[in-house]
């Protein structure tokens, strides 16, 4: 067994395969999103979702001005979109939502369409622990995309996989 470093944490995280989404928060010029591999459900009643938030990232500080939010579980297609949404394309805020077809929800949130899952949020809590925050998303709405399968992150790449 290694000694655990950041590094070795770090590289144990990456063995663990993360299911691929999208948090977009903000609107019009505040725009902004990030992809997810953190979120999960929380609970079926009432139903709430958790997600895990770097407190550096660019659309973190939109969670306080925007107390709602989307998350979109993408597609085995959707690789594209988790690029821009993850900065590797050079894109930020607004710019980050272009080449792709969205919806408003409920809330106001922009849910992604095409996507495997979607659920339209009302941020419930936001918890710091160390560098990042839990958010606690109490889910207003959803919407299923049957047949697209899903986008996987593991070992640093994306993975699709098919239905």
């Not at 070795?8 to 725009?31: P, S, Y």
């Not at 990232?57 to 979109?81: E, I």
């Not at 622990?129 to 839990?134: M, Q």
Request: charged share 15%; hydrophobic share 40%; proline share 4%.
């Amino acid at each position: 067994m290694k000694d655990l470093t950041p590094d070795t944490f770090r590289a144990a995280m990456r063995a663990i395969v993360g299911n691929c989404a999208i948090l977009t928060v903000g609107q019009g010029d505040e725009a902004n999103g990030l992809v997810v591999t953190s979120a999960v459900s929380l609970s079926a009643e009432p139903p709430m979702v958790l997600v895990c938030i770097n407190r550096s990232s660019s659309a973190h500080p939109l969670l306080t001005r925007y107390p709602f939010f989307g998350l979109s579980s993408l597609g085995a297609a959707q690789q594209a979109v988790a690029e821009r949404f993850s900065g590797r394309t050079g894109a930020q805020g607004p710019a980050r939502y272009d080449g792709a077809e969205w919806e408003t929800a409920v809330t106001g949130a922009r849910l992604l369409n095409g996507a495997a899952a979607a659920f339209d949020c009302e941020v419930e809590d936001m918890i710091d622990k160390a560098t990042h925050t839990i958010v606690v998303g109490h889910v207003r709405a959803t919407r299923i995309t049957a047949g697209v399968g899903a986008l996987t992150y593991w070992h640093g790449g994306y993975r699709p996989v098919q239905d």
